[in-house]
């Protein structure tokens, strides 16, 4: 998946850090990029405006969920597939993986998916205040570099901004097979007042929950024998101003 990374000062622009283009795509994949993504593409608003993302699907759904740096779109094609009755925003500026979603959203027939091909962090710029019910990371550029650690899309930057657009009592799902990318997504977000860990047990993230779906990169962690982790953090209700606590005793809990 892609990733870019997050400065924490708001006077400098985001840039962006990943691939855009892969392989030569067939021919039936390319065409989707020209009839399909256009019906399905998000335009954003001018700098400094926002929208309502419901309004993307009209009356047909209740909630909107996100999914940032989507890769194959194997599991947003699965969880849209599940819950036709939500709407689902994907972000993911690599183009074969947009047309890798394309394709599902076509052979599934999914009219609750929408498409921003481009840096998730302008998105989120642009999105309301607690507009998303669930917002997914799954398996993104872990950067494992000391020196590319900025690169990571979880930090100080998205951290807040996820939490201004999440529901009071939304959740934000992060996965990865990348130990010390767990460990920082740990100690970002449970520096963060808004979140709390949800896990109350080893098992808790050990698992993948089931209401997740296996994506491609995941599959190839458990088959090489990585383990992976499954983070859930619920967005507190915004009367809630106390520090938030670390459910259970901080990210030295978990151990590679």
Known sequence: MSAADGPSRPDVPPRFHGRRRGRRLRAGRGALLTTLLPRLRIVLPPEGSTFDPHALFGDTVGDVWLEVGFGAGEHLAAQAAAHPDVGFIGCEPYVNGVASLLAQVKERELANVRVFDDDARRLLAALPDASIGRVFVLFSDPWPKKRHNDRRFIGPATRTALARVLNDGGELCFASDQMEYVRWTLEHLTAEPSFAWSAREAADWRHRPADWFETRYEAK??????????????RRPRRETAKNPCAIGGSDYIRG
């Open 221 to 234: 962690a458990l088959t090489r024998g990585a383990p992976c982790s499954y983070l859930r953090f619920r």
